[in-house]
């Protein structure tokens, strides 16, 4: 080839790298050895939020770098990348012209001589991504937690109905068996109180044991289970429970079930405890390719906005991820004066299986 044609094949060179430079979404910055800005891509004004002309000699690097990520602090100048020869990945936090700050991916390579370089800093916007991961961190850590509370007040309803439950009830026998002895007055009447006594804390017992966690939630369903908390409920609180079942009828996988006994138990509280209402209507519909639940009282309503932006309220709120862990979701209306609907909607598979749900990701 010719001089001519070589200096041809390095002039088409040196434009594809410019436009490679110019339009890459990676934003380019070359550094010199003080520091300073002296080079920077559109890609690197879109990161920083300044102008090119902003950047070049006036700027100096670390007026964008709030410094690096380590697995222990978010961002540090501890180890900093400029004073090593080459980091092929790192991450960093930028801070823009305007003062805002995010998660960059990056990497940083000398050119030059050791005495005289420069240095090329490579960075990528990773704020959605560490979103995404973020999300899905305490998506898990959510469904962790929801798990293990679940696996605790199945253990401690089984302690209490097996372990003092059961030694209860004996102490009960022994009494009755006592009081069939000769005994004079005094003693048979200290011998009913301490029956009475022990019969209520049966009771109470036996109560804890079913509202930590049911056992007609695993051994009946969610039907029987609903039905006999609403009859508890009345009993308690005197507010009239309608309890309707239509449509499929069978069972649905156990974190369905859980999770709808627990969002139903939530909303029936929360109108016992806030609506001032006399009647709550539960409904419960499998139509087959999804299970709904409806829980309407006829009280006071509120302003669901308001106690959102409030932030409060982990009731309502964890009602909603245990929807939403399942691919479903809760929808609460509310009007003053009128009352309030939590809606819940648990997409189904033919098998009563939660969609949009990793099988392996949960247990009942
Ligand atoms: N059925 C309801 N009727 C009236 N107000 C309600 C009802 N459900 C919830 N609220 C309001 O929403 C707030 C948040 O409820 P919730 O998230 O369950 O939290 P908590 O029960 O711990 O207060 C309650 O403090 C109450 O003001
Ligand atoms: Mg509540």
Same mark, same amino acid.
């Given at each position: 080839?010719?001089?001519?044609?070589? $200096?041809?094949?390095?002039?088409?060179?040196?434009?594809?790298?410019?436009?490679?430079?110019?339009?890459?979404?990676? @934003?380019?910055?070359?550094?010199?050895?003080? *520091?300073?800005?002296?080079?920077?891509?559109? @890609?690197? +004004?879109?990161?920083?939020?300044?102008?090119?002309?902003?950047?070049?000699?006036?700027?100096?690097?670390? +007026?964008?770098?709030?410094?690096? %990520?380590? =697995?222990?602090?978010? /961002?540090?100048?501890?180890?900093?990348?400029?004073?090593?020869?080459?980091?092929?990945?790192?991450?960093?936090?930028?801070? =823009?012209?305007?003062?805002? +700050?995010?998660?960059?991916? %990056?990497?940083?390579?000398?050119?030059?001589?050791?005495?005289?370089?420069?240095?090329?800093?490579?960075?990528?916007?990773?704020?959605?991504?560490?979103? %995404?991961?973020?999300?899905?961190?305490?998506?898990?850590?959510?469904?962790?937690?929801?798990? /293990?509370?679940?696996?605790?007040?199945?253990?401690?309803?089984?302690?209490?109905?097996?372990?003092?439950?059961?030694?209860?009830?004996?102490? $009960?026998?022994?009494?009755?068996?006592?009081?069939?002895?000769?005994?004079?007055?005094?003693?048979?009447?200290?011998?009913?109180?301490?029956?009475?006594?022990?019969?209520?804390? $049966? +009771?109470?017992?036996?109560?804890?044991?079913?509202?930590?966690?049911?056992?007609?939630?695993?051994?009946?369903?969610?039907?029987?289970?609903?039905?006999?908390?609403?009859?508890?409920?009345?009993?308690?609180?005197?507010?009239?429970?309608?309890?309707?079942?239509?449509?499929?009828?069978?069972?649905?996988?156990?974190?369905?079930?859980?999770?709808?006994?627990?969002?139903?138990?939530?909303?029936?509280?929360?109108?016992?405890?806030? /609506?001032?209402?006399?009647?709550?209507?539960?409904?419960?519909?499998?139509?087959?390719?999804?299970?709904?639940?409806?829980?309407?009282?006829?009280?006071?309503?509120?302003?669901?906005?308001?106690?959102?932006?409030?932030?409060?309220?982990?009731?309502?709120?964890?009602?909603?991820?245990?929807?939403?862990? $399942?691919?479903?979701?809760?929808?609460?209306?509310?009007?003053?004066?009128?009352?309030?609907?939590?809606?819940?909607?648990?997409?189904?598979?033919?098998? *009563?299986?939660?969609?949009?749900?990793?099988?392996?990701?949960?247990?009942?």
């Amino acid at each position: 080839m010719t001089w001519l044609g070589n $200096l041809e094949r390095a002039n088409q060179t040196s434009s594809i790298l410019e436009s490679i430079f110019n339009s890459v979404t990676d @934003a380019i910055m070359l550094v010199d050895q003080q *520091g300073v800005v002296i080079g920077a891509n559109p @890609a690197a +004004e879109r990161l920083t939020g300044y102008t090119v002309e902003e950047l070049i000699g006036k700027i100096h690097f670390c +007026e964008v770098c709030r410094g690096m %990520a380590t =697995t222990t602090e978010e /961002a540090t100048c501890h180890n900093c990348f400029f004073h090593i020869p080459s980091v092929s990945s790192f991450q960093m936090a930028v801070k =823009t012209k305007d003062g805002r +700050e995010f998660p960059v991916a %990056a990497s940083s390579t000398r050119l030059g001589a050791e005495s005289d370089y420069s240095l090329v800093v490579i960075l990528r916007d990773m704020s959605e991504q560490q979103r %995404a991961e973020q999300e899905r961190f305490r998506r898990m850590m959510t469904h962790y937690v929801i798990q /293990a509370q679940e696996e605790e007040r199945k253990r401690v309803s089984r302690d209490l109905h097996d372990g003092i439950g059961q030694a209860l009830y004996s102490i $009960l026998v022994g009494l009755k068996v006592l009081n069939q002895l000769e005994l004079d007055e005094a003693v048979k009447n200290h011998l009913h109180d301490v029956h009475q006594m022990t019969a209520r804390a $049966l +009771e109470e017992v036996k109560n804890m044991a079913v509202e930590l966690r049911p056992s007609a939630l695993d051994d009946l369903g969610l039907v029987p289970a609903i039905r006999s908390y609403s009859k508890r409920f009345e009993q308690t609180f005197g507010i009239v429970t309608q309890f309707e079942v239509s449509g499929h009828k069978r069972r649905v996988a156990s974190v369905v079930e859980t999770a709808l006994y627990r969002i139903c138990q939530e909303a029936m509280t929360n109108a016992a405890k806030y /609506a001032d209402t006399d009647k709550i209507q539960v409904r419960l519909h499998d139509s087959g390719d999804k299970i709904e639940m409806f829980i309407a009282d006829y009280g006071r309503g509120f302003n669901t906005e308001q106690v959102q932006a409030r932030g409060t309220g982990l009731g309502l709120y964890g009602m909603k991820e245990r929807a939403s862990l $399942l691919g479903g979701t809760v929808d609460i209306q509310s009007v003053p004066g009128k009352g309030t609907t939590v809606h819940v909607t648990i997409p189904l598979n033919d098998k *009563g299986e939660p969609l949009n749900v990793d099988p392996g990701s949960y247990r009942g």
